[in-house]
Structures are given as structure tokens and as C-alpha cells.
């Protein structure tokens, strides 16, 4: 058995308008925020958490308080543990827009001027909001047997089981008796970073041929799929001793043909911005090299465990609980370098997934801070009162997040580590949880953001010589259209939350979803099988991305 199983259900149809769980209130126009406040905590370490006093939180001042992840620890089995606050941000404004705490308050903005459906670029119908509860309960029903204690949290090493194969257990399984839990726990981090890393957006045409089986895979599966088989052969590996591990040489050998090669990238049959992928990992070696603190002397991922269990406020515990800031100080310091360096920046420090919103307070006049990276394709503010040039940049770092979900997984299950302060993540920003709400009609692009997504789209086919199989919106990462989606499908995300589990009340039995549980088992599932009904051909989000592989 792997770290993970569920009891396996037939299938059943499911549809927006005949899937049961109505929606309870989901077209309250009231402010998502103030109905988190109340959300109970986790009881359990495990999964679906079970009503019962609330957890003293010692995330203190401005972060709202958000539904636990499976991976927090028990708050009867363990004491109080303190979080640190994220940055004054009018002290410290690229600290505070790095910290994970920011996300959720700045997408907070965002997300309130929908309710009011005063977006820049969307139209809002919170009329449709039950839909995408019942469609997201209704797939959770299908897949699932209530009080639905099964589901795991949202992570990368669900893609590594496509089609019921545990494929990582049978990779602990090859490892002698002489390798320890700790050994085994450093190598599926470096195998979960690396594979983190190459999970963006993989494009129409690509496809992964796995030499296992002979199957064909495709989107975040195959991607799975392809870095588990080049992390067999040694690929990023520069230990001869050891070709199961990641470490800063093998990285620093890397070229983009032995990626494109690995991932079986070949005309017919490209990799959307493979490239780019081979450059991050490539960045990566460097930034492995020259944090021995966190990565040891060998410069390799997994070295991170020592780091977070020798950590002063780890110690303090008689059982290793890490705190969540600690493991993300690792996550966005560690690998700060990898970002491209045409991200947003602050004083010139970068910022990594953070993006100017002309949803956000805006300066007046514009930004003209020589430290400040203006934002592209935005519209004004609105005659907003001025603000302070971070004050309209939205962070979210949603790479850093999706590895944080995915790394506290082998943490947890080999060396029973326990995370406190993971209420802090939240839903991730990407096009399948996006996209959700846009196909079942929450959010309504605009037309002059459709006619210019659309000529974007035409410029896309013309320039890369592809055919528009299915004409859908496209813009860069950077624009205003797709940083304001984002920001609200954050916020989307936890009222769905909130609506899916009052929804479900009967089914959990006292118990509640949480916001990992969510993402793995209705929203970023939903938002993929809803794509599949709306664009069939090519399975496509309702908006698509120019990506360089590094963001989505």
C-alpha cells in the first residue's frame, strides 16, 4: 500500500444543474473573508477534520484565519506553537509580498471588488456560484465514500498514480534495507522539487510514452510520469554512488536537449516551453550551491530535511513539528534565484509570482520609482486614493506553494513531521481552478479583453505556425487579465469552501472538507473535467496562457 489509497467507485454522470448538495448561500454578496473567520479547525491529522473547539491560532495581526490542511497537526497532541507575522509591509514591502501570508490578504482585495462585480476585466454573476458548488459536490460523491475521510490532501504525488499505479511505492520499494526513512525522505524531495518545477502547462500537443508500460500520458500526469523516469535513469544526479538524488552538479550538466530528450519533446510532439523549464533547473544548481545552510554541501533538495529538524523552533517541540513559515523561508529564499530575472520587482529584490493589478490600489500619479517594475497591459485605478507602490502588486506564488503542498506529503507519512501554521496556503491560482468558474459561468471575460485575448491567440498561431483547433483567449502571464483572475479564484476558492461543506453536511457527518481536500478532489479535478465537456478537442482552459514554463 502506498502512502495514499481510497476505496475505488464507479463512476457516475455529473452535471452542473443534476448534481445533489445545493449550493446553501453561495450567492450571499457578503464578503468571503468574514465567513472564514469561522471556520473550525482540524481535530485530526489526517484528513476531513471533525467539528470541535476552535485552534488558538498564534498566526496573528492581519492574516485571516483559513481552513486547516490535512498535513496540520493535531491541536490535542500538540502545545501552542507561535507563528511569526510576515513582514510590516511599510518597512519591509518585498519581505511582506514574499511572505505566503500575503496572498490571501492582497487577493482579498480582488476578491470583494467581485463580489461587487466591479472587476476590471470580468463580469461576476454570483447567481452561478451554486452552480460550481453542486458541480464540484456532485464530483466529490462520484469519486468518493462519504464521510470522505479518503481524500488526500492536494499534492504532486497523486500525478505519480495515474491509472492506479502507486508508481512511488514501488520506487521506495527498490531502495535496500540499508537506505533509512531520512534517506528515502531526501529522495522523494528532490524527486518532488525537480518534478514541482517542470508542472507547468504542457500544451495541446505533447504527450509522455511512458518505458515502464508503454502508456501514453499526458497535462500534469505525464509530466509526473517523465521526471519520476529521468530521476530512475540518474539524470540529475551528480553522485555516481547515487543516481537517486538531485543535486547542484548533475543540475549544472544539464541541457536543454537532455531535457527535451527526457521529455520526449520532438516536433509533432512539443513541450510547451521546454526551454524555459531546462533553464530553471539549470538556475536551480546554482541556487542549490550557494545555500549549503539549507542544502548542504552537496547542494541538494532533500538536504533541506536536516535543516528544517535541527531548526531551533523544531527542536522545541518533543515531536518534530515544523513551522510552515520556517519550510517557506527555505522554499522562497532557497530558490529565489531560479525566478526568471524579468519578474516584478521592489527595491530591486524580485518578487517572484507577484504581479502589478490595476484591480489593486494604485498610485497617483503612476509609479515612477527607478526600484519599482511597472505592470504591463493595465488599466487605472479608478481615481482610487493614492497608495504606496507595493500596494498594487499581488502575490502569489503558486509554484512555491503547490511544492510546499506537495513536499509536507513524504515529510509527514516517512518521518511522521507535522506542520503548524499550514491554514496559510491557499487555493492555488492556475488556470484548472480558474478556469472552473469561468465555464460554469461565475466570471464572464469582457469584451474588449475577449477581442484582444482573441487577437492574441491569432498572433500565437501565426508566430509558432500551430492551428487553432479550438479559438479560445490567450495572454502572457503578466497581463492584467490574467493577474486579476487570478487573484479571485484565490478568494473563489475558500467561499467555495465554506459553501461546498455546508453542502456536504449530511454526507461528512460532523466532520468538515478542507481547503487540500478541495483542491485534489473538486476544484482542480472539476475545472479539468469541465474543460473537457466545454472544448473537447483540445481539453483547454476557457483562457490560455503564453507561458515560458515557469508560472502555470
Not at 111 to 137: I, N, Q, W, Y
Not at 393 to 398: A, T
Not at 429 to 440: A, T, V, W
Not at 502 to 524: D, F, V
Amino acid at each position: 500500500m502506498g502512502l495514499f489509497s481510497r476505496k475505488p467507485k464507479a463512476p457516475k454522470p455529473v452535471n452542473a444543474s443534476s448534481a445533489n448538495g445545493g449550493a446553501g448561500g453561495g450567492n450571499d454578496s457578503a464578503s468571503v473573508h468574514s465567513e472564514g473567520s469561522n471556520i473550525r479547525s482540524s481535530s485530526t491529522t489526517g484528513h476531513s477534520r471533525a467539528h470541535g473547539g476552535n485552534l488558538n491560532r498564534a498566526s496573528a495581526g492581519s492574516v485571516p484565519q483559513t481552513p486547516l490542511t490535512p498535513m496540520t497537526p493535531n491541536p490535542h497532541a500538540m502545545s501552542r506553537v507561535h507563528l511569526p507575522k510576515p513582514p510590516d509591509p511599510s518597512l519591509d514591502a518585498a519581505g511582506y509580498l514574499r511572505s505566503l501570508g500575503a496572498v490571501r490578504e492582497r487577493s482579498r482585495i480582488v476578491t470583494d471588488k467581485a463580489l461587487r462585480d466591479g472587476l476590471a476585466h470580468f463580469e461576476v454573476d454570483m447567481d452561478k456560484f451554486p452552480d460550481v458548488v453542486s458541480f464540484v459536490c456532485g464530483i466529490i460523491k462520484r469519486d468518493f465514500d462519504p464521510p470522505f475521510l479518503s481524500i488526500p490532501p492536494h499534492g504532486r504525488y497523486q500525478h505519480f498514480c495515474v491509472g492506479g499505479r502507486d508508481r512511488i511505492a514501488n520506487l521506495l520499494a527498490t531502495f535496500p534495507d540499508t537506505v533509512d526513512s531520512t534517506e528515502k525522505c531526501r529522495r522523494l524531495v528532490d524527486l518532488f522539487l525537480v518534478s514541482v518545477l517542470l508542472d507547468a502547462g504542457a500544451g495541446t500537443s505533447w504527450s509522455f510514452k511512458s518505458a515502464e508500460n508503454g502508456r501514453i500520458y499526458r497535462r500534469s500526469e505525464g509530466l509526473a510520469i517523465a521526471s519520476l523516469e529521468m530521476f530512475k535513469t540518474g539524470l540529475f544526479s551528480g553522485n555516481p554512488a547515487n543516481k537517486f538524488q538531485v543535486d547542484k552538479d548533475g543540475l549544472r550538466r544539464l541541457t536543454v536537449e537532455q531535457l527535451a530528450n527526457g521529455m520526449q519533446s520532438r516536433p509533432g510532439n512539443e513541450l510547451a516551453g521546454v526551454e524555459g523549464r531546462a533553464q530553471l533547473l539549470i538556475r536551480l544548481s546554482s541556487a542549490l550551491a550557494s545555500k549549503q545552510d539549507f542544502f548542504g554541501d552537496d547542494g541538494r533538495p532533500g538536504n533541506m530535511i536536516d535543516y528544517l529538524l535541527a531548526h531551533p523552533t523544531t527542536q522545541a517541540s518533543s515531536t518534530p513539528i515544523v513551522v510552515l513559515p520556517v519550510l517557506w523561508n527555505v522554499l522562497m529564499s532557497g530558490l529565489a534565484p531560479i525566478w526568471p530575472p524579468s519578474r516584478t520587482a521592489i527595491d530591486g529584490v524580485s518578487l517572484g509570482d507577484a504581479w502589478p493589478c490595476s484591480s489593486m490600489p494604485q498610485q497617483v500619479p503612476p509609479p515612477t520609482s527607478p526600484g519599482f517594475s511597472p505592470f504591463p497591459n493595465s488599466s487605472s485605478g479608478g481615481g482610487a486614493a493614492a497608495a504606496a507602490p507595493w500596494e498594487s502588486i499581488l502575490p502569489f506564488h503558486k509554484l512555491t506553494q503547490w511544492l510546499t503542498y506537495s513536499l509536507m506529503q513524504p515529510m509527514n507519512t516517512l518521518l511522521k513531521i507535522q506542520f503548524a501554521g499550514a491554514e496559510l496556503l491557499t487555493g492555488l491560482p492556475e488556470y484548472r481552478n480558474g478556469g472552473l468558474f469561468i465555464d460554469l459561468g461565475v466570471l464572464t471575460l469582457k469584451h474588449d479583453d475577449l477581442e484582444r485575448g482573441l487577437q492574441n491567440y491569432g498572433d500565437y498561431c501565426r508566430r509558432t505556425g500551430t492551428g487553432g483547433v479550438e479559438v479560445a483567449p490567450m495572454f502572457e502571464p503578466s497581463d492584467d487579465v490574467v493577474v486579476e483572475w487570478r487573484g479571485v479564484t484565490v478568494g473563489f476558492l475558500d467561499k467555495l469552501l465554506v459553501e461546498v461543506n455546508k453542502a456536504l453536511k449530511r454526507e461528512l457527518n460532523g466532520g468538515e472538507l478542507t481547503l487540500a481536500q478541495l483542491l485534489e478532489a473538486g476544484s482542480w479535478k472539476g475545472g479539468r473535467e469541465i474543460a473537457e465537456v466545454s472544448r473537447p478537442n483540445t481539453k483547454e482552459a476557457p483562457i490560455l496562457i503564453d507561458s515560458d514554463g515557469t508560472v502555470f
